[in-house]
């Protein structure tokens, strides 16, 4: 596991938020590598219809047919091959070290290490490896999807639902140890649009005077603060206006919504819809348009199969692993998944620490927990009818 992280993590493969497709050259590579682990652990293993591809987009898929009889509900597992632009990469050099009697990797403090999230892959190929060459582990059949552009909120935009639609699904993308997603936020962009009409001040009633800013303005202010982030905590959502951009006379107000409760969501619904009659009221000369109502994340828990926490603690309890159940103030991969008609599925950690810096680093004993815990859902799956 160590040796297939330190190769994987050697890889600069970051994503690109402003021009995600076609992917970056660093997460094809990263594909390649996958693709080519797989291939030599199907090839050792003999197992017949064990597949892998990698997609036109840069998806890596992999297939391991079911070695029992019995229907069973399929797993899939998913993880994202992309590391996070939003630290410096390049050439980046891991560190083998120790850590309060672990083994970690890091690197020098120069580069980010992209456990977040070579530590899920690498877990998963290791999975894939052990399940092929270890017949003795019962199991149905497995799905795995390794995604590019997770870390700019793009992983499912081109998932091939034919190819990757398990009926159970974790996400192996997780940083603290012995915790595990069971929700996490609804997640949509809101972008709206103030066309103004200009006129000299002196006359603007009789020329139709559209003060887009004011406009603007007034639609950020309709929204009470207590409905802010700042607000908010737990299991609470909020809307938050956190950008405005001006192109001459127009505005646009660039949105986040964000909820776990369904009824939240609808209450955000008619406050949007509020803000913007209201303003129209007030502004009769400015055209308002809404140019981007675009899901990002569903909560997971909406979708959730209904056995997956039992699952989940009955493959702790066999290894001895106390594990703690969250919600998620943010999105996963599964929620990416899910906001594209997929199922959801938890988040298990992996191993990861101080993702997205240049402090980050990637502890090998947790990601073996993790390994163990998944490797003992997938043995319980066969008992699910």
Known sequence: MLETFVKYASINSQSDDDNPWPVTAGQLEMAQAIK????????????????????????????????????????????????TPEAKG?????????????TIVRTDGTTLLGADDKCGVTIAVELIRTI??????KHGELLFAFCPNEDVGRAADKIDTEVFCPDILFDLDGEEWGVVTQSNFTARR???????????PGDAKAQKFGDAIAAASAYISYFPVESRPENSEGRQGYIHPWNLTKDELDVTVHTRVRYFDKSEGELFDRMLAGAIADVKHKFPNVKIEVVAD???????????????????????????MDITFTDERGGTTAAMM????????????????????????????????????????????????
């Open 190 to 200: 809101f972008d709206v649009k103030f066309l103004g009409h200009d006129a000299h």
């Open 294 to 320: 675009v899901l990002q994340y569903e909560n997971v828990a909406y979708t959730l199969h209904p056995q997956a926490r039992t699952l989940v603690e009955n493959a702790a309890s066999k290894i001895g």
């Open 338 to 385: 899910a906001a594209h008609g997929l199922k959801g599925g938890m988040c298990i950690f992996a191993g990861m620490h101080e993702v997205h810096s240049t402090r980050e680093y990637a502890d090998l004993k947790e990601m073996e927990d993790a390994y163990n815990l998944m490797l003992e859902i997938i043995k319980e799956i066969p008992s699910l009818k």
């Open 90 to 102: 390049g050439n980046i050099k891991p560190l083998v070290d120790t850590l309060n009697g672990h």
């Open 132 to 137: 092929l060459n270890t017949p003795s582990n």
């Open 36 to 83: 080519a682990c797989v291939q030599q652990a199907i090839a050792k293993s003999n197992v017949k219809g064990a597949t892998t591809e990698i997609s036109a987009d840069g998806y890596v898929y992999v297939r391991i047919p079911a070695n029992i009889r019995s229907n069973c509900p399929s797993l899939g597992i998913s993880c994202h091959l992309d590391v």
